[in-house]
């Protein structure tokens, strides 16, 4: 097929979700050969063999804190929470545009959503995955961690259900069933396409096991449609929900920096802004390594980047609204912190953040940029590192400088911390790799009906 017009430089008025020349026969042999294909690429090897080491890295980095405990960490007083919880949010955030696309663009009934929700809502299981780790591996004591749960014991204790902390436990644990059961809903009719054209005996059984006896009929589409509305129901508020939630942690206490009211709102824009960071940053290597340039057009990548630039200036209010209301308020303590995180010990990470969270995407106002697919991955990539400096400021920055000056303290993270955060971005791409080869990583019969709707438009 020809490359997109876009790629090209040519000017066209109405951008297509899927490129003209395809039948419902070409795009079901064009995806699912990516799955059932005999031969795998070796760039997929390759690949696999570089995350697997990196999830290896966080599988030893993981023994040693459980053998000696978090003291290999760089957490001390006053910073009790370090890497850990920074990468916590930063996952979580990660995890929120999956739902997005697949929820919410599905009951406003956008249909360029089709071709890169299936990489979305299993990019989200793996982000909430990895976010669920990290606060089991802090608590210092993770064989422990199943008191969080409320459930009848012996000695009749609870979780403090007052507390922020027990509050994440509930809103994490219901994103990641309902995203799991959305993603799996979604997976059912293609995964009885796999069924049908499975070669070998082994991989008939398997997705034919997965397919729970779909069939097509108009009863299975029925219910089909019925769950997938009812599941796209569920996951809508828990986009605001689970993000808002996390945002407690810190806008409950009253450390300054960290009690504000802004912090909800502001939250749940960061989270969709490194969000949809990620799904280009992976959107864009597969659409190039599988050849898939006429799936996932310009159109997508262009939308993706233009809700990138209105998440971006929703973060970019958020910290003038902070910055605003700690010199305009009479809390001398609120006023300190700031300036401590513009002109203390970490003034270069802060400004760092606001070089890489709100000067540089301001680039994604040119349509020349959002629809170069170098320079939009260059952007994601950008916005990914600068969230990430995010959670470490408000973490970090907020906590070194207590009340108390005896106390203050510089926070400097082992080599166990970068070891546990690169092992968890190996974690993620481990699956994301495991995903892509056995998975379809495009709605087989979404497209179809794309190219049914394109065919009657014709007629």
Not at 206 to 232: C, D, N, P
Not at 356 to 381: D, E, H, K, Y
Request: net charge positive; charged share 15%.
């Amino acid at each position: 097929m020809e490359s997109d017009p876009l790629e090209r430089g040519a000017e066209i008025s109405q951008p297509r979700v899927i490129e003209p020349g395809y039948t419902i026969s070409t795009v079901t042999d064009k995806i699912s050969s990516i799955v059932l294909g005999q031969r795998t690429r070796p760039g997929w090897f390759l690949g696999f063999g570089a995350s697997f080491l990196l999830l290896l890295i966080l599988l030893y980095a993981v023994t040693v804190l459980f053998a000696i405990g978090v003291g290999i960490w760089g957490v001390n007083i006053p910073v009790g929470w370090g890497f850990a919880i920074v990468n916590f949010i930063w996952w979580i955030g990660i995890g929120h545009a999956g739902t997005l696309i697949s929820a919410i663009l599905l009951l406003l009934h956008q249909k360029w959503r089709t071709s890169i929700n299936r990489t979305a809502e299993a990019m989200t299981i793996f982000a909430v995955l990895c976010a669920g780790m990290f606060p089991v591996l802090h608590l210092g004591r993770p064989w422990l961690a199943y008191w969080l749960f409320p459930y009848p014991n012996t000695m009749w204790y609870w979780p403090q259900f007052r507390s922020p902390l027990v509050w994440d436990v509930f809103a994490v644990s219901t994103y990641l069933t309902v995203s799991l059961l959305f993603w799996f809903v979604g997976l059912i009719p293609d995964l009885a396409t796999l069924r049908d054209r499975a070669r070998t005996r082994a991989k008939q059984i398997v997705y034919g096991f997965l397919a729970m006896g779909w069939r097509g009929s108009a009863v299975h589409w029925k219910r089909y449609e019925m769950a997938s509305l009812l599941l796209a129901g569920l996951a809508t508020p828990l986009v605001i929900s689970v993000h808002t939630v996390v945002s407690f942690d810190f806008a409950i206490a009253i450390l300054p920096g960290w009690h504000t009211t802004i912090f909800p709102p502001y939250f749940v824009a960061g989270a969709i802004y490194s969000g949809f960071a990620m799904v280009l940053c992976l959107a864009i290597p597969l659409r190039k390594f599988y050849g898939l340039e006429d799936f996932i057009t310009m159109r997508h990548l262009d939308n993706m980047g233009k809700i990138m630039l209105a998440t971006g200036l929703i973060v970019a209010y958020g910290y003038m609204m902070e910055a605003f209301m700690a010199f305009y308020g009479a809390d001398i303590y609120e006023r300190y912190v700031t300036l401590n995180r513009m002109v203390g010990p970490y003034a270069a990470v802060y400004w760092s953040l606001i070089a890489l969270n709100i000067v540089i995407p301001q680039a994604l106002w040119s349509r020349r940029v959002r629809t170069s697919v170098g320079a939009l991955f260059a952007v994601a990539l950008i916005v990914n590192c600068g969230m990430w400096l995010e959670r470490f400021v408000i973490v970090v920055i907020s906590l070194h400088r207590d009340f108390m000056p005896s106390i203050w303290l510089m926070y400097a993270p082992t080599r166990w911390d970068w070891m546990t955060l690169l092992g968890s971005i190996g974690l993620f791409l481990t699956l994301l790799f495991l995903f892509i080869r056995y998975l379809p990583m495009i709605s087989i019969f979404e497209m179809r009906s794309l190219v049914t709707e394109t065919e009657g438009e014709r007629t």
